[in-house]
């Protein structure tokens, strides 16, 4: 696998709570899902944005 670039200027938007919802497969904590965290640090700021824009979503039904 490529090595991680160490510049970036989307954070991520991890919050440590790391526990995945049994019937989403998204993180309780980012929404995010199991592969959208292991190549959160491999993806272009503008893919970034992309899976932000998703995670508002998938949140919002939740909240």
Known sequence: MAEAPSNTTVPSPCINICCTDEI???CKGCF???DEIA???YL???EK???LTL???RK???T
């Open 24 to 26: 989403t497969g998204y």
């Open 32 to 34: 995010r899902t199991l």
């Open 39 to 41: 190549s959160w640090p």
């Open 44 to 46: 272009s700021d503008n």
């Open 49 to 51: 944005r992309d899976i």
């Open 55 to 57: 995670l508002s979503e």
């Open 60 to 62: 919002a039904p939740r």
